[in-house]
């Protein structure tokens, strides 16, 4: 079934070439194409578009339906062009031609976009909970460490002592600042396209804000016109956010593939966290953390190749915009992934201990022991030639002792500061989960709406 299908057929090459590989991602789509349908029954109904008794039937229709599409094995049938013939041929098979009305006053523009958002709201909400369980792990691992020593490297070369606490609190803080430029992301994106039909509005008397209320929406997309306009760049502004994770995640992952290295040994695993080799009985490779980074570093590249795929359109609608599922959708599931394993990766990590008491890490104090001179009454510049002069003679001997106390530094890496940020975060931000929406469609339908 194809809904601008008319009396005449397309070549069945061109069908497949435009169709491409939008059945496979709309079955994602369609627990949350349902819920905006829900809502736009309801609204047909309240502005007596149609009857009360046929926003009823669709509703209940829909809303029966709605378990079958969560279920992972939901396909679209074989005839299906999309979600959106799939469902109103659902609807027509079950309840007849009252079926046949749920596309009145909307168009599969307005429709795909309501959809689309909802789905991206709820993979949002759940790559903020890894994100969140990550952090947790990487602030108690930051905790149960803080005062095992390792180096600090610029340039890729020893600079100065940092500690675990730190280094892990450093990560947690980033994700941190990811979280909230996610959150923004967000608040940009939680508005209600729908009754913006192809871009230009409808000539029915349709109610969009009730829509916006209905399926939680923070406000109105007002414009018609603005709704198309947003179409893929929705999709760019979720992949910067989700870049910002990944970006965050591969370093991470890099580091940490850097310090179990057998010329560093700073960390280990447990031998069934790590793979071996076919011919190396020695080996114990980070495989996990090498595919992280890789699996990272493609999602980042996503917000480029979005942003260039809109670049030089019109204002309207274009079919360019379909490949945006295949380029985002699968991006959250494996950022998702990634979060995962790495909690996993960083809840078994093993420090070293006293990795800067080797002899060729003493420069790594070098600061210090300029600062203490500075401290006993030199100029900072003659400490500093001092110890260079010290340092170039090959007679500089400190040993691994650190007075940091200042906010962030390794003898206060302020850990429970970066805690309480994070819980505060947590608590004053939050996202409507698809089966709150369900339930506040069907209280409005029987409390308020269709109340006897």
């Known amino acids: 079934m194809k809904l601008w299908e008319k009396d005449k057929k397309t070549s069945n090459s061109i069908l497949e070439f435009t169709i491409g590989k939008d059945r496979e991602f709309d079955a994602s789509l369609a627990p949350f194409d349902v819920l905006g349908s829900m809502a736009h029954a309801l609204m047909l109904g309240k502005t007596n578009i149609i009857s009360e008794n046929e926003a009823t039937e669709l509703f209940d229709a829909l809303f029966h339906y709605y378990p079958v599409t969560e279920g992972q094995s939901f396909e679209l049938d074989p005839g299906d062009e999309d979600i959106h013939s799939h469902l109103e041929g659902y609807l027509v098979k079950t309840i007849g031609e009252t079926g046949k009305k749920i596309h009145t006053g909307r168009s599969r523009n307005d429709q795909v976009m309501v959809a689309m958002i909802l789905y991206f709201r709820e993979e949002m909400r759940l790559v903020l909970s890894e994100a969140g369980d990550l952090m947790n792990t990487l602030l108690g691992k930051g905790n149960e460490f803080k005062t095992c020593l390792l180096p600090g490297y610029t340039h890729t070369q020893v600079a100065m002592p940092s500690s675990f606490g730190l280094w892990l609190g450093a990560y947690a803080e980033r994700f941190l600042d990811d979280m909230e430029e996610f959150q923004a992301v967000y608040k940009v994106i939680n508005k209600n396209p729908l009754g913006s039909a192809a871009g230009y509005g409808s000539s029915f008397p349709i109610d969009r804000e009730l829509t916006t209320h209905l399926l939680g929406f923070s406000e109105l997309m007002i414009s018609s016109a603005t709704a198309q306009l947003n179409r893929s760049r929705i999709e760019s502004r979720i992949a910067s956010g989700l870049s910002a994770f990944a970006n965050t995640l591969s370093r991470l992952a890099n580091d940490i593939v850097f ?36 699996h990272c570093n493609v999602i980042a590249q996503n917000y480029v190749t979005l942003n260039g795929l809109s670049a030089n359109l019109i204002s309207g609608y274009h079919r360019d915009f379909q490949l945006t599922k295949e380029m985002l959708f699968p991006s959250f599931q494996q950022l998702r992934n990634c979060l995962k394993m790495m909690n996993l990766m960083v809840e078994n990590m093993l420090p070293a201990e006293d990795i800067l008491s080797a002899d060729k890490y003493q420069y790594a104090f070098s600061v210090e022991v300029v600062n203490n001179k500075v401290i006993q009454g030199k100029s900072f510049r003659e400490a500093y030639r001092e110890v260079a002069e010290e340092i170039e003679k090959g007679i500089f001997k400190t040993g691994p002792r650190v007075d940091y106390t200042h906010i962030g ?17 947590s608590e004053h931000f939050s996202i409507m989960e698809p089966e709150e929406v369900l339930n506040k469609m069907k209280t409005f339908k029987e409390e308020a709406f269709y109340h006897k």
Do not use: C, W, Y
Request: aromatic content about 6%; proline content about 8%; glycine content about 8%.
């Open 259 to 294: 310090f179990i290295g057998q010329d560093t040994s700073f960390l280990s695993f447990p031998d069934e966290l790590t793979t071996g080799s076919s011919i190396m009985p020695h080996k114990k490779n980070p495989d996990v953390l090498e595919l992280i980074r890789a």
């Open 409 to 425: 530094s390794i003898g206060n890496p302020g850990i429970e500061m970066i805690r309480d940020r994070l819980i505060s975060l």
